[in-house]
């Protein structure tokens, strides 16, 4: 590696420092930057839209605001989970192509902790060879012995999604 490139890996690691939400889907852990976290609820009904992707679960009335709701397992290609008392939802704030925010919540299999997670900590995103979609994570963190994947939540969703989501909280 030339030393511009590691330049380059250092200063995006520094960025990516910081605190992070992190929770369980199935047996992976994953983390989301504490600045994008509104609130953590109990999980509750979800009222259905119909027509919507499979991991679009439907919308929530949060103190009288419509909040789409995502199922992550199911965005992510994981196999479906029973619902438990550690079953949640993470609302999150995604931010826009157009600068707006859109409030979202993401069902989670557990919250774990809010946990700091420091420059030499992060690891860059492994090139996978495979024409796999990874933009969306920023990179890997090795806490305690176990690796949690850093999840860029603004690109977790795809913009046709964001689409379809605010016809949904309109």
């Given amino acids: 590696m030339t030393s511009e490139v590691t330049e380059n890996t250092a200063a995006a690691n520094r960025a990516l420092a910081g605190k992070y939400l992190t929770f369980v889907l199935g047996r992976e852990s994953y983390g989301v930057a504490v600045l994008k976290i509104r609130e953590i609820i109990r999980m509750q009904d979800i ?54 925010t859109l409030a979202m919540g993401m069902v989670v299999d557990a919250v774990e ?3 700091n997670i420091g420059v030499s900590d992060i690891e860059e995103t492994p090139d996978f060879g495979a ?35 605010k016809q949904v909280a309109r």
Avoid: H, W
């Fill in 47 to 100: 009222t259905l839209v119909p027509q919507m992707p499979d991991y679009i679960k439907g919308v929530i009335n949060l103190r009288g605001k419509i909040i789409p709701v995502v199922d992550l397992r199911l965005k992510f290609c994981l196999s479906k989970a029973e619902t438990t008392e550690r079953t949640c939802i993470v609302v999150v704030q995604v931010s826009l192509p157009s600068r707006n």
């Fill in 113 to 115: 902790e809010v946990i």
């Fill in 131 to 165: 024409k796999l979609d990874t933009e969306y994570i920023l990179g890997m963190a090795k806490i305690k012995g176990a690796v949690k994947t850093l999840l860029d939540i603004d690109k977790v969703v795809a913009a046709e999604t964001i689409e379809t989501l």
